[in-house]
């Protein structure tokens, strides 16, 4: 049993993936006892503010537009539902239980750091439903990603006072009703709390951390794809050789160069490093050049997000012990993730594109130099093999073109202009998980024409041939989910069960424990 105490300091995207995907039988979340503490003092200030009348932003004063407007502290509570109720706005697809889950985590998480000046008992409240399973229905469309993921969060809030639905149990529910059956109770929202909740950058954070842990997965994933072809195409490793990134130190190149060659080592389908043929195509000769950028773009954003998660990311916050104890600011303003997310893209969708390029090089014999047949069959015309594989790949790299379009440069201003200017970072960071998904596909689809490939270069070279150690072990890994395509038959199937060993992780954890390499 996975167990995650939250003291707003110290979630990483690990803890956040494993509480998201594992689910309550597998996952328990806590509070640290000082995070409990952190949240009580500021609490006392939040209390103190309000009984002595004070006006403060979203405690006693309207919201946005209604910045100046004092309300009464008698009507405190009544501010808070109202907040909830008005901003429940959002619309399309409802978000994926993991994606509700980390959100809840992140915004649990974000009130452990002790700034928000909420009670302890809605953190809990966070907590207790994560344990429970019960997992509110949020719209995936409706953040603009300033003042926070304002309506997504606010259909999770909605559960949380017993309003909007839930699953519980695989069932979906009217929320009271799933708080109900769970043993739950809804909260009465105290003065601050429904700020809280919605004021902050929780979905965008969600699925920043879901998309860098599968993109990372994705970055190994191409490696053994990229070694995979270089092998099927007779290729060298002289441009894996050590010196050659020795001089251009980045150490993104370097560990990709290493794990290809690790990948590739006893391998006897590779060319000879004393043959006259010195040099490969780009894109497997640039593979630690550019799979190794973006490495190092996965690994950049990865450190932004777990800064964002341990972060205090609503307004106004409270300083327990400090000159000015509740100050108003911005750290609700998505802008940090959203150009993140738009490099991460960027990044995911050239690893497609080089994908796509080694994809037609296996399927292309006059850009093999005849060493494997048109389309990797034996009967050409009567069959049309791998044809249509690349026209898939096409696509989808094609969708990744549009889907790198920056939605961090736009910018629409919201509540009378108050608002003026915002991040976007929740499509951002849609628009990146869509990227890896269509690059899962792609490298998929080129792991199955590598494995084509290779049992014609067996044909050839004759079986006893070695592959390299780890090309090996992807090979058979594919060979369990799809049989050597002697002739025409529906392909769709394969590509699918492809698509899994690299979704979920299986390829790659497969082959770095039979080589003896970590993540």
Avoid at 197 to 221: P, Q
Avoid at 360 to 387: I, Q, V, Y
């Amino acid at each position: 049993m996975k167990k995650v105490e939250l003291d707003g300091e110290h979630l990483t995207v690990e803890d956040v993936v494993e509480v998201a995907c594992k689910g309550p039988d597998d996952c328990l979340v806590s509070l640290s006892p000082q995070a409990v503490d952190r949240m009580q003092r500021s609490r006392e200030i939040v209390e103190d503010l309000v009984k002595r009348g004070e006006v403060v932003y979203g405690v006693t004063t309207g919201f946005g537009y209604f910045k100046d407007k004092f309300i009464d502290p008698s009507k405190v509570k009544e501010l808070q539902r109202n907040l909830i109720l008005s901003h429940s706005v959002g619309v399309g697809d409802f978000l994926s239980v993991p994606e509700v889950r980390a959100m809840m985590l992140i915004r649990a998480n974000s009130f452990a750091r002790g700034n928000s000046g909420v009670r302890v008992e809605l953190a809990e409240m966070l907590v207790k439903m994560l344990n429970a399973g019960v997992h509110p229905l949020v719209p995936r469309k409706g953040s603009v990603g300033a003042s926070g993921d304002l309506a997504p969060l606010a259909h999770m809030a909605l559960v949380m006072i017993g309003l909007g639905e839930a699953y519980y149990m695989g069932e979906r529910l009217p929320g009271a009703e799933a708080l109900k059956r769970a043993g739950l109770s809804p909260i009465t929202l105290e003065a601050k709390e429904g700020l809280a909740l919605t004021n902050g950058t929780s979905l965008i954070a969600a699925l920043s951390c879901l998309a860098v842990h599968r993109a990372w997965n994705l970055a190994l994933a191409a490696d053994i794809a990229g070694a995979m072809s270089l092998e099927a195409l007779w290729g060298t490793l002289k441009a894996f050789h050590p010196s050659i990134q020795r001089v251009r130190p980045y150490p993104s190149q370097a560990e990709c160069a290493a794990f290809i060659s690790a990948l590739l080592e006893g391998s006897e389908f590779v060319r000879p490093l004393s043959s006259p043929y010195v040099q490969d195509p780009y894109s497997l000769r640039c593979i630690p050049q550019v799979h190794g950028a973006i490495r190092g773009v996965v690994s950049y954003v990865k450190g932004l997000v777990e800064v964002e998660v341990n972060s205090a990311t609503d307004n106004p916050l409270f300083f327990p012990g400090e000159d000015l104890v509740c100050l108003s600011g911005g750290n609700f303003h998505g802008e940090p993730l959203a150009l993140a997310l738009d490099y991460l893209a960027m990044a995911l969708a050239d690893l497609g594109n080089i994908s796509e390029r080694r994809l037609t090089r296996l399927l292309d014999e006059k850009a093999n130099g005849g060493l494997l047949p048109p389309f990797l069959t034996k009967e050409g015309g009567l069959n049309s093999g791998f044809m249509l594989l690349q026209y898939t790949a096409a696509a989808l790299v094609s969708e990744n073109k549009v889907l790198s379009h920056p939605a961090s440069v736009d910018n629409i201003p919201t509540s009378a202009n108050v608002e003026d200017h915002v991040s976007m970072g929740a499509l951002a960071a849609d628009k990146a998980l869509k990227v890896v998904e269509n690059v899962e596909t792609i490298v998929a689809i080129e792991l199955m024409a590598a494995a084509q490939a290779m049992d014609f270069r067996k044909e050839t070279l004759g079986p006893n041939r070695r592959m390299g150690r780890g090309t090996q072990i992807a090979y058979s890994l594919i060979r369990e989910e799809v049989p050597f395509i002697a002739r025409d038959e529906l392909l769709h199937p394969y590509i699918q069960r492809v698509q899994r060993l690299v979704r979920e992780g299986i390829l790659v954890k497969e082959v770095l424990e039979g080589i003896g390499r970590k993540p």
